[in-house]
C-alpha cells in the first residue's frame, strides 16, 4: 500500500490564533507596505505566482531548512515556492520526493520564522461543513463512538502510533490510565505504523518499545510514562529496571529480522522515496488500512474517540459484550484532553491532529 506524503497536522485553533494576533499588533502602515509588495509577484512556473522578493527567499530557506531538519527523512529532494502572503504570514507550496514519489504540501510560515503551520484549511470549507452539520435533522445526528463497534467478552484495544508523533503521545497519555485500571479485562497492545515520519530516532525507540512490550510486557506501562515525561529513553530504562541485556539480544534481533536499519539507510526503501519503512506490524497496518498516527482499532475495527481518559474509556468500555463490562468501566477518569507532545498539561483544544 502507498503511503502519503505528509507533515504533522496541526488543529487549525493554532493557525487562527497566530493570524489574529499578528492582525492585531502589526501597525497599520507596515501593513500596508507589506500589501502593497505582496502585489510584486514573479511568474516563475507556469499557473502558480510566486514571490521572489528578498523576504520571500529568506522564508523560503527558512522553511525548506525547518522541514529537511526536522519532519522528513534525510536526503529527500524537497522544493519550496511562496505563492502567497499576507500580513506576515507566508503560504507555501513544497514539493516532497521526485518521480513516482513527489508529493505536494500546502503550508505557511510566517515572516519571522517562529511559526511553521504544515495544514491549510479553508474557512469557507469549514463554515460550510459546519453549517451543513448544523442543519441536518436530529434523527440523522451520528451515533456515540463505541456504538457501531463490535462487542467482544474481552475487547482487543491496539492502537497504532509513531512513537515521537506529537499527537500520538497525546493519545497514549490519555489511554494509559484506563489500559492500567482495566487490566487483564482487555487485550491492549501499542503497535506501531508501518513507516517512522520523525528520522532514526524514531525508528530506534519504535524498536526500543516493540522489544520492552515484547520481552517484559509487566514493565512497559511505566516506560511509556516515564518516556512520555521527556522522551529520555535511557533514564527510563535504568528507572523502570529494563533488561538490558535482553532488551539488546532482542532489538538487534528484531532489526536483522525486518532490516529495520539497514532499509532506513537504503533510500530505494523509503516509503514514498521520504519515510523510513518500519515493518514489524506491516501485516496489521495493511489489515486495518492504518494511515497515520494515531490509530486506534478496537475489536478489528478503527474507533473514533477523543483522547482524553473519560471519552477513550467511555469508547473501549462500550466494546464489551453487554454484561461483561468490569466495575473499572464505572471508574471516573480526567475529562481533560493531554497536550500533543511530551510532558504533562492539557489541552482546551479539542481537536485532533495526527502524522500522515
Known amino acids: 500500500m502507498k503511503k502519503r506524503i505528509g507533515l504533522i497536522l496541526l488543529p487549525a485553533a493554532l493557525l487562527l490564533i497566530v493570524l489574529s494576533a499578528q492582525a492585531a499588533t502589526a501597525p497599520k502602515a507596515a501593513t500596508a507596505k507589506k500589501v502593497v509588495a505582496a502585489k510584486k509577484i514573479t511568474p516563475a512556473v507556469k499557473g502558480v505566482k510566486t514571490y521572489n522578493d528578498k523576504e520571500s527567499l529568506a522564508v523560503k530557506k527558512k522553511a525548506s531548512d525547518f522541514v529537511s531538519k526536522n519532519l522528513i527523512t534525510d536526503g529527500t529532494k524537497i522544493e519550496t515556492t511562496v505563492v502567497d502572503k499576507y500580513n506576515g504570514l507566508y503560504l507555501l507550496k513544497i514539493k516532497l520526493g521526485e518521480g513516482d514519489s513527489l508529493r505536494e504540501v500546502d ?14 484549511m479553508k474557512v469557507a470549507e469549514i463554515e460550510k461543513q459546519k453549517k451543513d452539520e448544523a442543519n441536518k435533522p436530529a434523527g440523522n445526528s451520528a451515533p456515540s463512538p463505541s456504538a457501531n463497534l463490535p462487542k467482544a467478552d474481552k475487547p482487543t484495544v491496539e492502537l497504532f502510533v509513531m512513537s515521537y508523533c506529537p499527537y ?5 497519555k490519555g489511554l494509559l490510565p484506563v489500559a ?68 539488546t539480544a ?40 492504518v494511515q497515520g498516527s494515531p490509530t486506534l482499532i478496537i475489536n478489528g475495527q478503527e474507533a473514533n474517540s477523543g483522547r482524553d481518559s473519560a471519552s477513550l474509556a467511555k469508547t473501549i468500555c462500550g466494546a464489551f459484550t453487554a454484561g461483561q463490562a468490569p466495575a473499572a468501566c464505572q471508574n471516573t477518569f480526567s475529562a481533560a484532553t493531554p497536550a500533543p507532545g511530551f510532558g504533562a ?12
Open 345 to 356: 498539561g492539557t489541552t482546551t483544544n479539542t481537536a485532533t491532529g495526527g502524522c500522515h
Open 250 to 289: 532482542c532489538t538487534s534481533a528484531t532489526d536483522q529480522k525486518f532490516s529495520l536499519t539497514a532499509d532506513a539507510a537504503n533510500k530505494d526503501k523509503l516509503v514514498n522515496g521520504s519515510f523510513p519503512p518500519f515493518n514489524i506490524n506491516k501485516t496489521d497496518n495493511e489489515k486495518y488500512g
Open 168 to 172: 500520538g503521545t497525546q493519545i497514549e
Open 107 to 120: 503550508a505557511a510560515m510566517t515572516a519571522n520564522g517562529q511559526y511553521f503551520f504544515p495544514q491549510i
Open 180 to 247: 492500567e485500571a482495566l487490566g487483564s479485562a482487555i487485550d491492549f497492545k501499542i503497535k506501531f505504523v508501518d513507516y517512522a515520519m520523525h528520522g532514526n530516532k524514531e525508528v530506534e525507540e519504535n524498536l526500543r518499545q516493540y522489544c520492552i512490550q515484547d520481552q517484559e510486557p509487566a514493565k512497559y506501562p511505566a516506560y511509556l510514562k516515564c518516556f512520555l515525561e521527556a522522551a529520555d529513553a535511557t533514564d527510563c530504562v535504568a528507572r523502570t529496571k529494563i533488561d538490558t541485556a535482553k532488551l
